[in-house]
């Protein structure tokens, strides 16, 4: 007998649960649907996406999560091993520019995927970089390629598990012993240029100080798979995922919040709903990261808890500022960035001092250049997201530190040619780490998940497979390979690989 995806079915009647609609578990839904597994997923509020989430106020429409996506192949295998066709459900539209940089001292460059643009981009920032610019090109894809062979495609969980499966050429061709940022610096001379590509790291919300420079490979994830858009907003992928896994017979309950998974004999049993009913399973997976999933649902183990904060701490947490204003901003592309006058201490006051930053490089978007039906017409839909740090028993701010920083992030916009951008705000959303420990869950109210750090964990973030409890697993952003939409769905379908696998 075949599975909906193909797969046999000779485990259908074994249940795998899966905390959380996130997208990581929403990828493991699909592989495990798709294998003929039964599955049924808990989902404490009342849609799914997880950080994938929208607002609908006022005629605007806000992606409040993720705004562009790469690596489209990723999402393809996701609907393909679901026994579904991606375009089927889903549009990706082309986003041009890639970026466009704003500089306090009145430069504005864009990234672009076209090679003749590009040139002319960079001669408005100087002479003579186009040739140090390639050769990053060339750098990063190298980096990506290593990656990709020793660690993407063999789902290792940590070093140990690289040098076993991967071919050692590709582990030793990783540039692990520098951080992102001295790799930059090294090879471009332009400062603007290397704070924009420093700047790649934001996909993690990580620090390019202290980051590993095999995290280069970034940019070649965009310049080489391109930057997308999806049709109709990037809330459409939640709905997308959605609708196949119902197609597939998953049972989906929303409002529904795990509060204890039961173990015994070193095995998940379930879960225990917080109503007090309990769900039996073969298998479980937790979308709920793994620092808040090991204090709040599994049994107390705090030396295991200490070690897992001191390696895979969150990343950072952000201020997330939606604006619908009532004219349109021309200067800005769907990507943008604002960058700090001084980018490294930014760096430095968000992920070594812990501290809101003084003058934050702000992530700018404005989807309504791609997708106007995100917004009345003559209007701008513009979400501003500046990094800081995440919750902590050290840091803890009032609400009056974040309207300060939304004050400054304003000023720095009309600064940086906004004008009159307060004034024409005619719906205004703010979220700040509190609202989004409340919504999601996440360690300190964390955008990205496990922060990648050269020092702490060289990279890797927590395992997909438990060590501790042989049929549970994890996914999303807290653990391998990673935060970003890509790499998460790549947990879930890997986690999803290591269940259909497993004789346990």
Known sequence: MRGPGGGTADGENRRAIVIGAGLGGLAAACALAGAG???TVCEKNDRP???LNL???GGFSFDMGPSILTLPKIFDEVFRRAGRTRRDYLKFVPVIPHWRNFFEDGTVFDLTPDPKETVRQLDRLGPGLTEPFRRFLDYSKRQYDAVNAAYFETAADNAFQMLRRAPLRQILRQDFLRTMDAAVRRR???PHLRDTMAFFIKYVGSSALRAPAFMNMLPNVQYEFG????????YAIARALEKVLKELGVELRYGCRVAKIPVRGGRAEGVILEDGSRIEGDWVVSNMETIPAHRELLPPDPRYLRRLNRKFGPACSGLVIHLGTDRVYPQLAHHNFFFSADQREHFRSVF???RIPDDPTLYVVAPSRTDPSVCPEGSDNIKILPHIPPLSEEHNPGEEAYLELKDRVLDKMERMGLAG????AVVEHVWTPKDILANYLSTGGSIYGAVTDIRKNSGFKAPKVSPRYRNLYFVGGSVNPGGGMPMVLMSGLRAGDAIINSRR
Request: aromatic content about 8%; overall charge positive; proline content about 4%.
């Open 37 to 39: 597994r039964r599955v």
């Open 352 to 354: 070594e001092e812990g």
């Open 49 to 51: 996406g997880g950080k």
């Open 421 to 424: 951008l307060r004034k024409s």
């Open 55 to 57: 607002l609908e106020t």
């Open 227 to 234: 930057l997308w858009y999806v049709e109709g907003g990037m």
């Open 188 to 190: 471009l001379p332009h």
